[in-house]
């Protein structure tokens, strides 16, 4: 039913092994040692293919975080109305490139790489009885290809050893699987304490290499992001739920398949550190070069800065207020063209200041609009002096 994965698995694990099998031809246990190498290779050929998507998952993630106060004002103010919410987050992140799907692509893709991988282990033994097998005697299973592979090379499988136990047995094995391992009439050359003292380790060694990955990973989260209870959650299911998992699922996992978790668990922590040193590197480069962008268009020590780069709305606010002083001291009605005597020096200095001119030198600035009426006001008291003083020589004639 799922030919299209398992044919692909089987061809990759085929090339691998035929490479290693040339290298370390005299390999004892039947060449157990080659095939541990081909399914430790194989893993790594697929997370190279997945390496681009990868890549993507952790910038969308990053992206995520970026965002994920926006979509919580967002969750906030709409939160009585599902549809204005959906729309308003869909037009968020379309404007910010975000898309989900990116964050889960790798691990999606990696799903049916396992199933693949396991069902393709699981068919070198065909004696079960459970989902995928065929009730087949052990002679009959010696016999039968396993996709790519042809008898030749499935028996040469069920022989090899890996300290001592076969690739493709798990600890729960039912033991009348166990006459496929060997020659039709032959002894059994193994135990299950044997699988035990092999698998148990291995997924101590799975278990914890996926919690240290998965603790890196969230290291490197802002503490915004870890606020976020969808992240906590998920957080915690990569943290605990997920390493559990492997210490109560791998009893029933062929020795191969805990060495693909193994060789799984060793890429991603080194393609972790690779891909987030070189993010950090490009996030680094782009806050120099933003600050040396701004350090250029500072003004240099000593130097102006160039008024024409001001605000234009600043540029025309004082652009309409010099047309109206100007428009001011045009409509000023000139005092001396009233009053002759008003033309002194003082009375001068009161107009011109109040017409929003500069004072002298050596003169005393007036507040503005006071020029028209002290000038008024020292005419009638010339006026009232005048008076006085013809009155007194009017007094001495007499």
């Known amino acids: 039913m799922l030919d299209f994965i398992y044919y692909p698995v089987s061809g990759i694990m085929w090339v ?3 490479l290693f099998s040339h290298v370390t031809p005299d390999t004892p ?28 998952q952790i910038r969308t993630t990053k992206k995520m975080q970026e965002i994920n106060p926006q979509l919580q004002a967002i969750r906030k103010k709409y939160a009585k109305d599902r549809v204005k919410m959906t729309e308003e987050m869909q037009k968020l992140q379309k404007e910010h490139g975000f898309n989900p799907l990116l964050g889960c692509l790798p691990m999606l893709l990696q799903v049916p790489v396992f199933i693949g991988l396991f069902h393709v282990l699981r068919s070198f033994n065909r004696m079960g009885t459970g989902m995928g ?19 030749d090379q499935v028996q040469n499988f069920l022989d090899a050893r890996l300290f ?21 009439g032959s002894p059994i050359d193994f135990t299950r304490p044997q699988i035990a003292f092999v698998v148990i380790p291995m997924m101590i060694v799975a278990s914890i290499a996926t919690h240290l990955n998965s603790r890196a990973s969230v290291a490197r ?3 915004a992001a870890l606020e976020n209870p969808q992240t906590r959650m998920m957080n915690n299911l990569a943290l605990y739920v997920f390493p ?22 060793i890429w991603t922590y080194g393609q972790q550190h690779i891909v987030f040193g070189h993010i950090a590197k490009e996030e680094e480069e782009a806050k120099l070069l933003k600050q040396e962008k701004l350090k250029a268009n500072a003004p240099k020590p000593g130097v102006r800065p160039d008024r024409k780069k001001r605000n234009a709305a600043t540029n025309g606010a004082e652009s309409t207020s010099v047309s109206l002083s100007k428009d001011e001291v045009t409509d000023e009605p000139d005092a001396g063209a009233v ?19 500069k004072p002298k030198p050596g003169q005393k600035p007036t507040r503005p609009g006071a020029g028209a009426a002290p000038g008024k006001k020292q005419n009638h008291n010339r006026g009232s002096q005048s008076t006085a003083k013809r009155g007194n020589k009017r007094g001495g004639r007499r």
Do not use: C
């Open 339 to 357: 009053e002759p005597e008003a033309s002194s020096s003082g009375e001068s200095t009161a107009t011109d200041t109040a017409a929003g001119a």
């Open 164 to 184: 001592g136990v076969p690739l493709s047995s798990y600890l729960v094995e039912p033991a009348t699987e166990f006459q496929a391992f060997v020659e039709p």
């Open 133 to 151: 097998q065929l009730s087949m005697s052990a002679a009959e299973t010696r016999a039968t290809g396993n996709y790519v592979f042809s008898a």
């Open 16 to 18: 691998w092994h035929w």
């Open 221 to 223: 989260q802002p503490e």
């Open 244 to 265: 559990i998992g492997i210490l109560i699922t791998g009893p029933f996992f062929p020795v191969a398949i805990l060495l693909y978790w193994m060789s799984n668990n």
């Open 29 to 56: 246990g039947g060449n157990g040692i080659a095939w541990a190498l081909s399914v430790v290779f194989l893993v790594f050929t697929l997370r190279a293919i997945l390496y681009k998507p990868f890549v993507k």
